[in-house]
Each structure stands twice: as C-alpha cells, then as structure tokens.
C-alpha cells in the first residue's frame, strides 16, 4: 500500500532509527593501519579473462605484455571507467621473468615489458590512475614463476621503488601453515615499512580452509582484502558457488568487514562470454550486497555498451561504495528465491531478490516490507527505488505494505529503499 509523503514519525519510531543508527555505527575488527580500501577497492585485473597467455608472438594483442597494460590503462582513462571509480590497473601472475636478478630482485620479463614495471607504473600514473601487482608468499607463484619467501623485504622495497599501489599476494607452494600465516604477516609489515601507499590484496584464508578455520580478525589486521574461495569463472556456476560459500559461511565473514578490510569473493566477469544479461545483473548487484572489491577481468576494447552500461551504474557502484561499509548477507532462502540486504548510510538499505529457478519465464514474489533491514527497513515508511535490471521509482511505501516484484530466471531486482 503506498502513503501521501509528509506523514508524521512518531516519536518512538525516530528513537528506533537512532538506535539503528548507533548499533549499525560500532566498528568491526582492528583494520590494517595503512589508510588504504576506506571503501572497496575499484579497478581491473587481468587473471580471469588474459590468465598466463605469455605467447606475444601468436597472440599479440592478449599476451600479458605493457601493451595490453597501456591499452587498458588508455580506456580505463578515456571511457568513463576511471570517473565512476574502477581506479586500480591491476598485473596478474606470469609478468615476471624467470628468474630474479644478480641482486635478487624480480625482473619483469623483458621481452614483454620492455619499460619495465616502473617505466609501466608512469604511465599508469599519469593516466590518474594506480597499477596493481601480483606475487606470491610461496616458493612459486602458481604458474610457477618466482615467489618471494625468503624474498619478502627485498620485494616489497622492490615494488614501492617500482611506484606499485597494490599488491595481490597469492598463496600457491607454501611448505606449512606456519609459512603461509608468518609469509602473508611479514609481507604486510614489509610493505608498511616501505612508506608507501600499498593495498595489500590476500589470498590468505583460502589456502587456509583445507587444513584450519581462518582468524579472520587476525587478518584484518594484516590484509585490506582477502580472498575466501575458489577462482571466479566466466559461468553461471562459479557466480553461484561464491554465492552459496558466501552465504553459507556469512555468520564467520561479514562482520569483519568494514572501511580497511573486506571479503574478496573475486573478480567481475561481467562483459565476458559466459554470463547471460540476467546473470550479468546477478554478478553486479550481490556484489555490491556483499561490499566486495569490484575488480573487473574483461576486455575493455572489446565490450557491450549493455555491459558497460551495467559496471558503469552509478548507483550501484554507491551501494557497493557505500560509507558505513557494512557488507550484506543473505535474509532468506524459499522457493529457489532468495532475498539478500545490506545496511546503508542514512538509515537506508539495499535489498536484492534472486530468482534462481532455472526453468520457466520470469516469477512474481512478494515480499513485506516489515520483514526487511530487521524491521527497520521502513519505519513508518519509505521510498523505494529499482536500480536494477532497469532503474525505476516504486514509490512511497509503508511498513505494513507487501512489495510484489517480477525476477526474471538466474535474474536479480536490486532496491533501494530509502527513509522518506
Ligand atoms: C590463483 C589465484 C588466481 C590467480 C592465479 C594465478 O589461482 O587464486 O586469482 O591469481 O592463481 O596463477
């Protein structure tokens, strides 16, 4: 049932937003204390779409090269990309050389990085915009390229000369637990020590989960982000799966997220091959529910104006960006639908209704409203907007009325709702 604006709030409901307010506002776990991801991180990384094509010969316009750096970096600048927010260009394995150098640091291979990681860092900087780089706390990165125990403060001192913004620190070929812990904690500090801005990307609790449950306190002190599960794919699948994990392990992961430190369920692969328009809107909008790094893995030379369109959305980019960085969670499941929310700034929420039923046409579902944002979604009434698959004013709701929306198969409505 929809309500005239300029209803009076009794003066009890105002006293429950406040509360609200003030129990939303308590801080997660410590954060690590470099001042970096406030928010999550935005940007490009190659893994999911390039992985270790190293072939410039044969495929030279998708090998991991400066080239393919440049381009992106051109039209991360010159397509809107940079403006919305995507900021960090991000290397991912197979950049280095086979070997270190007489000094024992890590050599860009030279053929395919001709300028070097520095020389590729200045240019990236002078586009406006920060380079991401990948190694890993192991004896082997997991192509098999150099990896840096033993090598932690040398490297770390390496990217920061290098001018390096970001470091994605992988977790292959590590002999113990104890390496895996100590490498991703020495590295952390190394990085501190150099005095430059770095985000430090982790994978640590993944390689973590086969042998003990992660302290995920402990590693929000050490990481501004750190991967949880298996590598993204470009299928409708690997979305589903991080979606289950996420889910299912949501009472462990989401309260310590927040401004410093947030969970990592991997790369965008929106603009790809693999997803259809319906998931693709999936992808973005639990995304954005789950306050993950948006790191997109796609061709940006080659991409849809739909699924530009789509990465470009600026309010769920906010959503995602949101201040009070609170990551969202799962509130039901019925029905092969389920509904996700996410606590905003100004007492407003995010809700996303997923319909996963994978035959038939597009279902209706009704929701109400009182069961949203734990009662307080909509308190005594709301304005509620669609931003996705289309965006589109519903109008003033109470807390009493029901929402009826239309998802379509594999599909996703993202909300907003609003105090009025
Ligand atoms: C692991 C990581 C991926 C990617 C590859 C590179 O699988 O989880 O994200 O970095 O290594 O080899």
Redesign the pocket.
């Known amino acids: 049932m929809k309500l005239e604006n300029g209803i009076q709030q009794p003066g009890f409901l105002l006293a429950l937003r406040f509360l609200a307010l003030v129990l939303w506002s308590f801080p997660g776990a410590r954060a690590l204390d470099n001042g970096l991801a406030m928010t999550p991180t935005m940007g490009w990384l190659h ?1 999911e779409r390039f992985m ?1 094509n190293v072939d410039c010969q044969e495929e030279p316009d998708s090998c991991i090269s400066e080239k393919l750096f440049m381009q992106m970096a051109e039209l991360m600048d010159s397509d809107g990309w940079k403006d919305v927010g995507y900021e960090y260009l991000c290397i ?3 950049w280095m050389a086979p070997k270190r150098d007489s000094k024992g640091r890590l050599q860009a291979d030279p053929k395919r990085f001709p300028g070097g990681i520095q020389g590729l860092a200045n240019y990236v900087h002078s586009k406006g915009l920060k380079l991401g780089i ?1 190694a890993d706390v192991g004896n082997k ?3 098999g390229f150099p990896g840096s125990f033993g090598y932690y403060d040398i490297d770390a001192q390496t990217f920061a000369d290098w001018g390096v913004d970001l470091l ?1 620190f ?1 977790g ?1 070929h590590c002999d113990s637990m104890e390496h895996l812990e100590n490498g991703y904690k020495h590295m952390s500090l190394a990085l501190n020590r150099t005095g430059r801005s770095i985000v430090y990307s982790c ?1 640590w609790p ?1 390689y973590m989960w086969p042998f003990r449950k992660p302290n995920y306190t402990e590693i929000r002190q050490y990481c501004n982000h750190w ?1 949880n599960f298996d ?1 993204v794919y470009d299928s409708w699948q690997s979305i589903k799966n991080i979606l289950d994990w996420t889910s299912s392990n949501q009472k462990r992961i989401i309260d310590v997220a927040g401004p410093g430190g947030w969970n990592d369920p ?1 790369m965008l692969v929106i603009g790809n091959f693999g997803l259809s328009w319906d998931q693709q809107v999936t992808q973005m909008a639990l995304w954005a529910i789950m306050a993950a790094p948006l790191l997109m893995s796609n061709d940006l030379r080659h991409i849809s104006p739909q699924a530009k369109a789509l990465l470009q959305d600026k309010d769920v980019i906010a959503i995602n960006q949101d201040p009070l960085g609170k990551q969202g969670y799962r509130l039901r499941k019925e029905d092969n639908i389920e509904v996700w929310e996410r606590p905003l700034s100004d007492l407003a929420w995010a809700v996303a209704m997923v319909n996963l039923q994978e035959i038939g046409g597009p279902r209706f579902y009704t929701i109400s409203i009182a069961s949203l944002g734990q009662g307080m979604a909509c308190i005594p009434d709301c304005i509620i907007t669609q931003l996705l698959p289309v965006k589109r004013k519903l109008g003033f709701y109470q807390w009493t009325s029901d929402l009826k929306i239309q998802i379509n198969p594999t599909g996703t409505v993202l909300l907003q709702l609003a105090a009025n």
Request: negative net charge; glycine residues 0%.
């Open positions: 893994w270790c991912d394995d197979c990948y990165t997991c192509a994605k992988d292959c994978e993944l991967r590598d991997d």
